[in-house]
């Protein structure tokens, strides 16, 4: 089985300053890891994703995330944020081995951006 | 990117009366859809996955006669509410895989939502 724990469900940030949003994984296989970002009644739209290969991901909107396998963690980054980037923020996992192609989500990030 | 619509989006009806929401993959085929619900500031849950031509796989605790699940075409899955009550009320969002001929990515596309209101 595996599992996504985010370890903060808010966090509050003044706009231009940067943000950390923490997620670790469990799973006893190799995994994907994404970050998607939903906006209040919207589905869900990909941050960014690591599959292979560099374990610093850049994605849209400015966002980055490292994927560190000995800590099991793909904490997402942003240097400067902005009002805009206010959402809830979800890490997920996608684990390929078993077969199951369906993602198993963390309980999100609320990132209440203030001016 | 590929793209995933529902519908309607958000949908109000009575206790006891049974609502359909549609799924489709407008730009790819999608053999696999997967239908997702969301409690207020709550994570996403795994309800069932839709494979095209066969019947839905459900997760453990979700009633697969409260929530019918269709999956005709590569293109459309449909979610049916049976019997809908006030505590069925949430958010639901569907989502596909787009394989489109290369290296699996994982990577899952989403429709909007559909919200549910039981009175």
């Known amino acids: 089985a595996q599992s996504v724990t985010q370890l903060d469900s808010q966090v509050p940030v003044f706009e231009e300053a940067p943000v950390e949003l923490r997620c670790n994984y469990s799973s006893s296989v190799s995994v994907y890891l994404f970050w998607y970002v939903q906006y209040p009644n919207q589905g869900l739209q990909l941050l960014l994703k690591?599959?292979?290969?560099?374990?610093l991901v850049k994605g849209i909107n400015g966002f980055e995330a490292e994927f560190n396998k000995s800590q099991t963690s793909f904490h997402l980054r942003k240097p400067s944020v902005h009002i805009s980037d206010t959402a809830e923020y979800f890490c997920a996992v996608s684990n390929l081995d078993t077969g199951r192609r369906a993602l198993t989500f963390g309980s999100g990030t609320r990132l209440q951006v203030q001016p | 990117g590929a793209v995933v619509s529902q519908h309607p989006s958000w949908v109000i009806c009575k206790s006891g009366t049974s609502v359909k929401i549609e799924c489709r993959s407008l730009d790819f085929q999608a053999t696999t859809m997967f239908w997702y619900r969301q409690f207020p500031k709550q994570s996403l849950m795994l309800m069932a996955t839709s494979n095209e031509g066969s019947k839905a796989t459900y997760e453990q605790g979700v009633e697969k006669d409260k929530f019918l699940i269709n999956h005709a075409s590569l293109t459309l899955s449909t979610l049916t509410v049976t019997s809908a009550h006030p505590e069925d009320s949430s958010f639901y969002i569907c989502?596909?895989?787009?394989?489109?001929?290369?290296?699996?990515?994982?990577?899952?596309?989403f429709g909007e939502g559909s919200r549910l209101t039981v009175l």
């Open positions: 690591y599959l292979s290969g560099s374990t």
């Open positions: 989502s596909a895989r787009w394989l489109a001929g290369g290296p699996e990515t994982g990577e899952l596309f």
